[in-house]
């Protein structure tokens, strides 16, 4: 397959051959050339992809394959990243596709392991589950801001769309911009499940599609009220107390903060092997380290 | 083999590629979001503006007027300046001076989509919610980055009808004791129109189409607007927000989304090519 395109470009070479007046750039030879840049650029990727095949097939064992929460998945990178070049020949594949997929995947056996920003429900329990960190999720508002505390009702009402205006948390008239995620995002997901129930999020919110956008938006206007994951949260901003408790790094790690979640791996049996070998680095102390300089907190 | 044929064959079959992969892609759409479609019911999907896809509500009636109105903001503010601007470089300027702007005008088309967004952002936005009022991020920001994106398909399109407008019409306006502003408007103009309105039409398709800046600027809320300031969603935006999570029913109405959005596209191409062609 791969010698096609270079027959090609020998045939078009041959093209070139004539002895033609240099005085006349031909259109034909000119053509040649651009003909033989096009073959060459249809045959990289083939090139390219066989020398991906090959590259795979010359690691000993099978890549390890994880697969899951879009939350989870820089964290899970990063740790990949640092652990393979820590073991040469290993090699750990991440995919996203968010906490139910990876679950899905893992139970399937399609991924060795699949991550979940979600607690697992009744019918998942049969997986083996392993803690990885704790993430905690900041309300936030511009540092101008008055407010320090929400209850967990007022920033259900506020989310649902009841609440619309500051007036109403006791602050000066005006609308309250409210930030969202996008459906299907993993800290949308959680925020829902913790906060919200079975109520829907007001359409009438402004989503935005990472949490750096969010944490932009909020830093830039004063009347802003979003949420983003609790160790993004930097000076620009400033993060809520909910039910009087701030979404601090001790109170995320005893749980005495509301909106927090677990950061799962979850395997269709207890893992062995590289597998086992791999979570051990993830609860090692460097592991957690490496997560917590990441803005999580550790399980350990 | 005669070189000529063989290098005719060779650049047919190139063709052929990109021609085969427009109707690979079109078939691909379509059955990718046909069937949600018919399950949700068409009217259902169009009208309805209940938007939660992870629970199973599936209406993108808000977006497509959100789409519309974001593209006829963009029109208000671009389609004037932009034929303001062909027509003083076409017929009231010395050719250098446009042969200097029109290739600078044309600049402005490639610069990069998340630049205008970033701008847009950094520049206008804090601008609107200072000023104006409201979360900044808007139907009006979203129409105003797009009206200045969509000049340099509008004034180099109309630049080239205008001078494709042959001089006799002109001087023969002027003989008859017309003013040049005169014989701008009633004769070259009308002389140009059909050009004219394609450069409209084209500016649109590249409105209704744009996603990156419009993702930055428009806040992309999913309700119906109710007024300029408020935060929309368009159809492009939708599925670029959402498409890197959605799996199963989710990922189909992405496609459905993108089913709309090809047809509105379709439509206004094909408008553009039987106008110019009617002439």
Redesign the interface.
């Known amino acids: 397959m791969s010698n096609f395109p270079a027959k090609?470009i020998a045939?078009l070479k041959r093209?070139q051959w004539p002895g033609l007046p240099s005085a006349f750039p031909c259109p034909?030879l000119r053509?040649?050339k651009l003909?033989a840049l096009?073959c060459l650029f249809l045959a990289l990727p083939i090139f390219l992809g066989t020398m991906g095949c090959r590259g795979k097939a010359e690691t000993l064992s099978h890549p390890l394959c994880i697969a899951g929460s879009?939350s989870v998945q820089p964290f899970a990178e990063k740790l990949a990243e640092v652990y393979m070049s820590q073991h040469p020949g290993v090699r750990i594949d991440v995919q996203?596709?968010?906490s139910?997929?990876g679950i899905f995947a893992a139970q399937q056996g399609a991924a060795d392991l699949g991550a979940s920003s979600r607690e697992l429900v009744q019918a998942e329990k049969a997986l083996h589950e392993i803690p990885i960190a704790w993430d905690g999720i900041a309300v936030i508002v511009h540092p101008s801001n008055p407010l320090t505390n929400l209850t967990l009702e007022q920033l259900r009402q506020i989310f649902q769309g009841k609440i619309t205006n500051w007036r109403d948390l006791g602050l000066p008239h005006h609308?309250i911009?409210l930030i969202s995620r996008?459906?299907?995002?993993?800290t949308r997901?959680a925020f829902e499940h913790l906060v919200m129930g079975k109520i829907?999020v007001?359409?009438?919110?402004?989503?935005?599609?990472s949490n750096g956008a969010v944490r932009?938006?909020v830093a830039?206007?004063p009347?802003?009220l979003g949420y983003i994951s609790a160790g993004l949260v930097d000076e620009r901003v400033k993060a809520v107390a909910v039910d009087g408790i701030l979404p601090t790094r001790e109170n995320i790690k005893s749980q005495k903060y509301k909106l927090v979640r677990r950061f799962l791996l979850v395997g269709r049996a207890a893992p062995t092997g590289q597998c086992l070998d791999f979570i051990g680095f993830i609860l090692s102390s460097q592991g957690q380290r490496l997560l917590e300089t990441e803005g999580l907190v550790g399980v350990k | 083999m005669d070189?000529?044929k063989?290098?005719e064959r060779?650049?047919f079959l190139?063709a052929l590629s990109s021609i085969s992969s427009l109707v690979i892609i079109t078939v691909f759409i379509f059955l990718e979001g046909l069937p949600l479609i018919f399950q949700t019911g068409f009217k259902n999907f169009i009208l309805s503006?209940?938007?939660?896809?992870?629970?199973g509500h599936f209406g993108i009636g808000?977006m497509i007027v959100s789409s519309l109105l974001v593209t006829l903001g963009a029109m208000v503010l671009g389609v004037p300046l932009g034929l303001a601007c062909a027509i003083i470089l076409a017929e009231f300027s010395s050719p250098q001076l446009r042969g200097f702007l029109k290739p600078t005008l044309e600049l402005l088309a490639g610069i990069p989509s998340v630049v205008y967004g970033f701008l847009g952002?950094i520049w206008l936005?804090?601008l609107i919610?200072n000023y104006l009022g409201?979360?900044?991020?808007s139907l009006l920001a979203a129409a105003v980055i797009l009206g200045i994106m969509i000049l340099p398909t509008i004034i180099s399109i109309s630049i080239d009808a205008l001078t494709a407008v042959p001089d006799i019409y002109r001087d023969g306006s002027i003989a008859l004791g017309a003013t040049e502003w005169q014989t701008v408007r009633r004769v070259v103009l009308p002389a140009a129109s059909s050009g004219i309105i394609t450069a409209v039409i084209l500016g649109m398709g590249r409105a209704v189409g744009e996603t990156m800046a419009v993702?930055m600027v428009a806040?992309?809320?999913?309700?119906l607007p109710a007024s300029i300031l408020d935060?929309v969603?368009t159809l492009t935006s939708n599925i670029a927000?959402?498409l890197?999570?959605?799996?199963g029913r989710?990922r189909e109405a992405l496609f459905a989304t993108g089913i709309v959005l090809f047809v509105i596209i379709m439509i206004l191409n094909l408008s553009a090519t039987l106008i110019t062609r009617r002439r």
């Open positions: 090609k045939a093209l034909v053509l040649g003909l096009m879009t996203g596709g968010g139910s997929a609308a911009d996008e459906e299907g995002s993993g997901e829907e007001s359409p009438g919110a402004l989503v935005q599609d932009e938006i830039g206007d009347h802003a | 070189k000529g063989f290098v060779v650049l190139l503006s209940h938007w939660a896809p992870t629970k808000a952002v936005v804090p919610r409201g979360p900044g991020l993702i806040g992309n809320a999913i309700k935060p969603r927000l959402e890197g999570y959605a799996a989710h």
